[in-house]
């Protein structure tokens, strides 16, 4: 079964960081862009960054640039996203996909509270 796991979420306080993880399994990630996506409450999901399969260049929101990094380990078939100096508005749910998906993994959430 093809399917993106999200995981890391937490709550944590504003300033702080996390890491989010996206595992693959049942295809590999290789030669997949893969996207990171959010929704808070109320909100459209809107997209984070993306990460490219050919070369590794990342891409992101202006909302999260300089603060967020996308990176992918392939031998362990995950993508990662580094979120650093939160603010309480990155307060969402995180997904990654990939471009064509036809479904949506639980994603995880990041609370950014004091």
């Known amino acids: 079964q093809v399917q993106l796991v999200e995981s890391g979420g937490d709550l944590v306080q504003p300033g702080g960081s996390l890491r989010l993880s996206c595992a693959a399994s049942g295809f590999t990630l290789d030669y997949y862009a893969i996207g990171w996506f959010r929704q808070a409450p109320g909100k459209e999901r809107e997209g984070v960054g993306c990460?490219?399969?050919?070369?590794?260049?990342?891409y992101y929101a202006d909302s999260v640039k300089g603060r967020f990094t996308i990176s992918r380990d392939n031998a362990k078939n995950t993508v990662y996203l580094q979120m650093d100096s939160l603010k309480p508005e990155d307060t969402a749910i995180y997904y990654c996909n990939y471009a064509g998906a036809s479904s949506w993994g639980q994603g995880t959430q990041v609370t950014v509270s004091s």
């Open positions: 990460i490219s399969g050919s070369d590794g260049s990342a």
